[in-house]
């Protein structure tokens, strides 16, 4: 070996030892929270603090919680179907129509309208016109597939559509769930799709937070915003409520049945269903009913803005959540306002009036929902209004939280486990290989470093698992050295002299250690893209110490040799 | 130098009779373990299951609490069952002293109809019982001075992430022993990837057998170290494997079964030695990795061990068996009269393995007949 390559060699690794050893324990000089070293760096407290900032915990060593949500897509294609055959009953009518009858029917993996026609003759009519209308979304190009039988026109959601709109459910769900986070100020959470694309998944990791109750709230907060017509006698008369359900309907018609343009629907004046105090929980509940028109005037998609305020008229402990519109809801507003002056019109939430009040002028572009709210649950409806509502509700199935307190008990009982560890590896090799062991120890050093660099720098978490595939890399970086030197003992057995069992113990083992690790990549590898959580954090762990190894178990240990060797003319002898 | 062994020369596969008799009983015993265990439930519900399952994978809630001090698991049980939760299990943490876990199995079959949007209502009820052994800190339990116990963790996994996460679990684990086979395939013979893949197979059925014996709890990390023990038992497998491919170039008159041994003994110190560390370090993990790597470094133990046993005991002696019938029905080949695949059939001595087989393959079962006779 010439002097020069083993000087790149010596180049080479110190180059890279230096930079994991900066990686590992100094400040970081690229992206957030960057700056050069200082002085205080150097003492073991700096040190301390430097490593806790690089290295990312997972949540099951730092705290925090973990969520796994279903968005029930089923729920929005219901929904969207039931709208489609409200609107297409309205168009009938409004167009004058030969339409006696129509409803949505909706069972599993089936969504589909369907429109009872006078005649059979007329379905071909019906249908172009009900297919032109433009609120009404049934059309072969939407994946709605038009059949007929009899007198009945039916149309059906096709499978691919029924996917394609499940899948922008979920996908409009998760950027609403990730506006009310970022609105919570959760610090980094970490928001993905989760598991099979149609399973509709969706994980929701918050460091540091062990208490997602509110936040579960915010989410699993419904928030649909409507401005309706309330059907009343105009003021000054008071609006027109019932004291029961029955009685409302009965007021419609004498057949007990409700007309597709009318809803009738529960008012709680003054209630907040999202604050659950037991002052509230005591009262009895103030139930009225009310008539109101559909479809509604607005609702909240045109909304703007939403803000918790105190409220004008109550005391300390009283909000409300003033609102604004965009300019398309505004127009609308405005031209339905100064047409129904005197009229009453309510504010509607989750199919619950909550407010009622009669127009006194033209209103255009804001309004207020009031309703004896707390501050935090007038912020958190705000909230969920100016992020939208989502496109279904969401179930949750998996839940986990870790208190900061379990986290340091396990990164101990892992750090623990690692040292004992090592430090049995370490006694052993340098009691049976001697010199040689040194070798063998600063390889292990190195690689422990380097790993950390490694997880540094491709921002990876370590997690529990991640520790014990830490402890394994030990296991297996041992093992490349005992290969190594069992062979180089081996060859000196033959007789050969020292440079050249080195070089041939190196050259063999090298055969097999290529060996043993690409399979245990290759099956790390399948944790890695096929795994979950744990699975994959342990799978990094050992991906990267795998690779590393190479480097620290054969190269390094290989330039040291190197080194030994040339220190002497003619090395005779070597502890081994 | 030190020296564990020298010059050995053990006869290995002559006892390969003895060994896989051995595995065939420690696998059986797991079976019955588990056929038993799952009959006996079937009659006797409150009996355990084949395998203790973990939350992660059989859906329920795990609550980890800290008490300042902590009152006995019946009374703690007690409570909970007063709060209509009569199935849940109290177990004091070992490793430390003012913990408990409380687990349940899922409380009713659907829980997002009722509009409570928590993945096991059951917590609730848990969360009332424990209200009644004082108040929750809201900090930390050390520094309030009122609180009696502190929640420090939860998990709650519905049916349907676990039922996942368990099909998943499977899926992952056999990927992974095909990435293996096709692996040593293509870097040996095909007849060692099965050999490998076989005595992986072996190793991860006694360590589940274990599980099934000891009841030991079966959660997400237990499959991890399943994996490990995958990825050692291969490794060792392989280091032996690697010795006999070299030591047939070296030694091309010498018998499969002589290099076989051979290999076996000429790295039977490094065997040893990684084995020992290996089964060292996880030790330590048993030790002092506490309560949340238990089932994991016992999986890891039990696994190593038998991963080193399968690779001198099972791998080998598959591998040759394997070879040596290829081999007898090459040769009853080059003996038929107007072998239909002559060129293929000559091909294969006991010297190198020669990758030529598809061809012989085809006329093998043709031609039996005629090399028998």
């Known amino acids: 070996m010439k002097k020069t390559n083993l000087k790149l060699r010596v180049i080479l690794i110190l180059a890279i030892t230096i930079l994991g050893l900066y990686k590992v324990f100094m400040p970081n000089i690229t992206g957030a929270g960057a700056r050069l070293p200082k002085k205080s760096d150097f003492t073991i407290a700096g040190i301390k603090q430097n490593l806790r900032e690089n290295i990312h915990l997972g949540l099951d060593l730092k705290g925090g919680s973990h969520l796994v949500m279903r968005v029930k897509t089923e729920e929005h294609l219901k929904r969207l179907t039931e709208d489609n055959a409200v609107a297409a009953l309205n168009a009938a009518k409004a167009k004058g129509l030969p339409v006696s009858e129509g409803h949505a029917e909706v069972g599993t993996n089936n969504y589909r309208v369907v429109l009872t026609a006078d005649d059979a003759s007329k379905i071909n009519e019906v249908r172009e016109a009900i297919e032109n209308e433009r609120n009404v979304e049934l059309s072969d190009r939407l994946g709605w597939s038009f059949s007929s039988s009899g007198n009945k026109l039916i149309w059906n959601l096709t499978g691919a559509a029924q996917r394609t709109l499940s899948d922008e459910a979920t996908k409009q769900a998760l950027q609403t769930i990730e506006t009310r986070i970022n609105a919570l100020g959760v610090a980094e959470p970490t928001l993905q799709t989760h598991g099979a694309q149609d399973s509709h998944q969706i994980l929701l990791q918050m460091p540091g937070v062990t208490d997602p109750e509110r936040v ?39 057949s007990g049945t409700i007309p597709a343009n009318r809803k009738v629907l529960e008012y709680s004046e003054r209630m907040d269903p999202s604050s659950e105090s037991k002052e509230n929980q005591n009262q009895p509940k103030a139930v009225k009913w009310v008539v109101v028109e559909t479809p509604a005037i607005i609702d909240g998609s045109e909304l703007r803005n939403a803000a918790g305020v ?175 030197f069992e062979r180089i003992r081996e060859e000196l057995r033959t007789g050969k002299t020292v440079a050249s069992a080195v070089e041939q113990g190196f050259g063999r083992a090298f055969v097999t250690i290529i060996d043993t690790h690409v399979t245990t990549v290759v099956s790390s590898l399948f944790l890695f893209l096929f795994g979950t959580g744990p699975i994959r954090g342990f799978a990094v762990t050992l991906i990267l110490g795998l690779i590393i190894n190479l480097f620290s178990a054969v190269y390094v240990s290989r330039t040291i040799f190197i080194w030994l060797l040339s220190r002497k003319e003619r090395a005779e002898s070597l502890s081994i | 130098m030190i020296q564990i062994f020298k010059d050995v020369k053990i006869d290995w596969l002559a006892n390969r009779r003895v060994f896989i008799a051995v595995s065939i009983l420690l696998m059986l015993a797991g079976l019955f373990s588990a056929i038993y265990r799952q009959w006996n439930h079937q009659r006797n519900p409150s009996a355990p299951q084949a395998f203790n399952l973990g939350v992660d994978f059989k859906g329920g809630s795990v609550i980890t609490v800290k008490f300042k001090q902590r009152p006995p698991a019946e009374r703690i049980h007690a409570a909970i069952a007063q709060q209509g939760v009569h199935d849940a299990i109290i177990q004091p943490v070992t490793d430390k002293p003012d913990e408990v876990l409380v687990k349940m199995p899922l409380e009713g079959p659907d829980t997002g109809s009722s509009g409570d949007a928590q993945v096991d209502p059951g917590q609730t009820k848990v969360r009332r019982a424990l209200a009644s052994f004082g108040s929750e800190a809201a900090g930390d339990l050390a520094s309030d001075p009122n609180a009696a116990y502190k929640i420090v963790g939860t998990e709650a996994v519905g049916p349907v992430a676990g039922q996942q996460l368990r099909n998943k679990a499977i899926a992952v684990t056999l990927a992974a022993l095909v ?129 080193t046993y399968s690779s001198v005991a099972i791998a080998s002696p598959i591998m040759v068996w394997w070879e040596q019938r290829l081999d007898a029905a090459n040769r009853a080949l080059a003996l038929a009269p107007k072998p239909l695949g002559g060129t293929a059939a000559g091909a294969r001595t006991n010297g190198v393995p020669v990758k030529s087989r598809p061809a012989a393959a085809g006329v093998r079962n043709q031609s039996r007949g005629a090399g028998r006779a």
Request: aromatic share 10%; net charge neutral.
């Open chain 2, 179 to 307: 990435g293996i086979l096709l692996y040593i395939a293509f870097r040996f013979e095909w007849t060692y990837g099965a050999a490998a893949v076989i005595a992986v197979f072996h190793d991860v059925l006694v360590t589940l057998g274990f599980f099934s014996i000891f009841q030991w709890e079966i959660s997400l990390t237990v499959i991890a170290a399943l994996l490990t023990l995958v990825g050692f038992s291969v490794n060792d497998t392989i280091v032996v494997f690697d010795r006999i491919r070299e030591n047939r170039r070296l030694h091309r008159r010498d018998s499969l079964y002589k290099i076989t041994n051979d290999s076996i003994n000429q790295t039977l110190s490094r065997t040893v030695i990684t084995s020992g560390l290996v089964f060292l370090s996880v030790l330590a993990m048993v030790i002092f990795g506490g309560e949340v790597l238990f089932g994991f470094s016992v999986a890891l133990l039990i696994g190593i061990s038998f991963g």
């Open chain 1, 310 to 484: 105190p409220s004008r008229a109550g005391g300390t402990e009283d909000y409300e959540i003033q609102f604004s519109l965009k300019k398309s809801g505004a127009d609308k507003f405005g031209a339905w306002t100064g047409a129904h002056i005197n009229d009453y019109m309510g504010v509607v939430l989750n199919d619950q009036v909550r407010s009622i009040a009669y127009i006194k002028s033209q209103i255009t572009d804001t309004g207020e929902i009031s309703g004896r709210f707390t501050k935090e649950s007038a912020e958190d409806l705000a909230l969920t209004l100016r992020s939208g509502a989502l496109p279904a509700s969401i179930e949750y199935l998996e839940e986990r939280t870790v208190g900061a307190s379990l986290g340091d008990d396990s990164i101990r009982a892992g750090v623990r486990a690692s040292l004992v560890g090592l430090l049995l590896v370490v006694l052993f090799m340098l009691f049976y290989y001697r010199g040689s062991g040194v070798n063998a120890v600063v390889a292990l050093i190195l690689n422990m470093i380097l790993m950390m660099a490694g997880l540094i720098i491709f921002g990876a978490t370590l997690t529990l698992p991640g520790i014990a595939g830490i402890i394994l890399t030990i296991g297996m970086a041992v093992d490349s050295n005992v290969l190594i």
């Open chain 1, 216 to 254: 579960k709230k915010v989410l699993r907060a419904d928030s649909r915003l409507e401005l309706v017509h309330v059907i009343s006698p105009p003021s000054p008369a008071p609006s027109q409520t019932y004291s029961t359900r029955e009685e409302a309907i009965a007021s419609l018609n004498s």
